[in-house]
């Protein structure tokens, strides 16, 4: 029952947070147990892990455990990200059965599950692996699935308008540059992602403006 695992999740993400930097080669089980409950079919479950692993992020941020964290958020996106695209070019064929459906709503609301953590977390992994996931997303636009590319929107827009992101104006250029490079995938029948888009566009100019001027106004 939800009722019975929240709390579970609650003193497990508090005691991850509170550990020594120095310890956290032995909290690294522990926290992809807390990263796993981020794609439980509970929606209540899912939140507190989400609130969770945004709280063991945050308390963790100027240490040395940061950059492990990340790494297990990394694996969990090259496992779960490229999930629907596989399904869909693997069962191609078949993709009309019933079986192949439902292979593929679970590969697509798993990254959606996934997509609403990154949404909290993004800004607060280190540069490389949040680059590194921000790649996996905007292959995302390409599969034309109009959730996945809500998600993808709203987890890329979280790094673009971070004002406590640590991204370089050179990394968020080059970000910008490939969230532009999707253009012909955004359905422009879809007037929810398009306003989506268009923020997710102006604050990264926005953004990027504030780092570095040059690099903003060569783009536009």
């Not at 990154?118 to 390409?142: D, F, H, I, N, Q």
Request: proline fraction near 6%.
């Amino acid at each position: 029952e939800a009722s019975a695992v929240k709390p579970a999740i609650a003193c497990l993400s508090a005691v991850l947070a509170a550990m020594d930097p120095s310890d956290w080669p032995s909290a690294k089980a522990p926290f992809e147990v807390l990263v796993s409950f981020c794609l439980n079919s509970r929606p209540k479950v899912r939140k507190k892990a989400h609130d969770g692993v945004l709280h063991v992020l945050a308390s963790i941020r100027d240490t040395a455990a940061l950059a492990p964290a990340s790494a297990v958020l990394l694996a969990v996106c090259e496992k779960i990200l490229p999930g629907p695209e596989a399904v869909i070019k693997g069962a191609a064929p078949s993709l009309k059965t019933s079986e192949a459906q439902a292979v593929l709503h679970r590969a697509v609301n798993d990254a959606l599950h996934l997509l609403s953590l990154l949404r909290l977390v993004l800004p607060l992994m280190t540069p490389a692996v949040s680059a590194a996931v921000c790649e996996l997303t905007l292959k995302l636009y390409g599969l034309n699935q109009r959730f996945l590319s809500r998600g993808a929107t709203a987890a890329l827009a979280a790094v673009l308008s971070a004002p406590n992101s640590r991204w370089s104006a050179k990394s968020l250029g080059l970000l910008l540059d490939g969230v532009l490079s999707q253009q012909g995938f955004w359905d422009p029948k879809d007037a929810d992602l398009q306003l989506a888009v268009a923020g997710l566009i102006a604050d990264g100019f926005a953004r990027l403006h504030e780092l570095d001027g040059g690099q903003a106004a060569g783009r536009l």
